[in-house]
């Protein structure tokens, strides 16, 4: 397969690469080579290299970042999704959207599963959102996935955040009651890659398996880099206040995923384990 994939230089884009790279042929596309938001440049770029597929990675991802650029946010992951799926459709070929669980509100005391009605409550979830609704409006052959809590090489994460912040400190204070699935952007990107050799399009949840608190995964982290001998304080979302809102609840059900027959990734520690060792 020719797969184009755009924000390959981050997080999830450099893993798929690396994953797709040795039974495909791979395009890799960064902000240099053109932005998702100058429809004539990206028709252009995309024409002209004939992709099997598209797997759009490029987001503006800075969650409280977008509370203060609403416009931008909204410019790359609403229109510029846009665009990326009128090309797809101009193409007559399918696109892996790349979303999040910031789209629900986190209200609910269950794992989401894929239907679950979405109600955002940050302006990157909105904008996210605003994604998906463009891709589902422009086409039929797509496969949006929703994750959370990514980690993994070429990106700011947590696990990295973690490591650096116990350099300089003993005493750590983290965020308690906001749960989620911590998801190893190596185990996605191997997910993604079964799933684009099938044509069962829609929405799917993909993440590690197992749920934890930000605590929770704090003291994983430490246990795993042999640091057990730091404090972590357990802190309310109120006591840490961030700009942009975060739902408490944003455990994803791999459901579909799950029910057409596929493997579901590993447990979230074993993936921590993995990508400290390999640091």
Same mark, same amino acid.
């Given at each position: ?31 240099? *080579?053109? =932005? ?7 028709? &252009? +770029?995309?024409?002209?290299? /004939?992709?099997?597929?598209? $797997? ?5 991802? *800075?969650? =409280? ?7 931008? &946010? +909204?410019?790359?992951?609403? /229109?510029?999704?846009?665009? $990326? ?22 209200? /609910? ?27 589902? /409006? ?142």
């Amino acid at each position: 397969m020719n797969i184009l994939i755009t924000g390959a230089k981050g997080i999830l884009g450099s893993a798929l690469f690396k994953i797709l790279s040795p039974l495909n042929n791979v395009i890799p596309c960064g902000i240099d *080579d053109f =932005d998702i938001t100058d429809f004539e440049k990206a028709s &252009a +770029f995309i024409a002209a290299r /004939k992709p099997d597929i598209i $797997i759009n990675c490029a987001a503006y991802t *800075d969650v =409280d970042g977008c509370e203060q650029n609403i416009e931008q &946010a +909204f410019l790359v992951n609403g /229109k510029g999704t846009e665009n $990326i799926a009128i090309i797809c459709k101009q193409l007559d070929i399918p696109i892996v959207q790349i979303s999040t669980d910031y789209v629900f509100d986190g209200r /609910k005391d269950k794992p989401y599963l894929e239907d679950d009605p979405v109600n955002p409550l940050s302006i990157y979830g909105k904008s996210k959102l605003a994604g998906e609704e463009a891709v589902q /409006k422009t086409l039929e052959k797509f496969y949006i996935v929703r994750t959370s809590w990514l980690f993994g090489e070429n990106g700011k994460n947590f696990v990295d955040t973690i490591l650096k912040i116990t350099k300089e400190k003993d005493e750590l204070r983290v965020v308690n009651d906001q749960s989620g699935s911590p998801t190893y952007a190596v185990d996605l990107a191997k997910a993604i890659s079964e799933l684009i050799k099938t044509t069962r399009y829609g929405i799917y949840h993909i993440t590690n398996q197992g749920n934890c608190s930000w605590y929770e995964f704090t003291k994983v982290i430490l246990d795993a880099a042999n640091m057990k001998n730091k404090t972590v304080i357990p802190v309310t979302t109120d006591e840490f206040p961030r700009p942009a809102p975060r739902p408490k609840n944003s455990i994803l059900e791999n459901r579909l995923f799950k029910s057409i027959g596929f493997n579901l990734p590993r447990h979230y520690k074993e993936a921590v384990e993995e990508y400290i060792t390999l640091k």
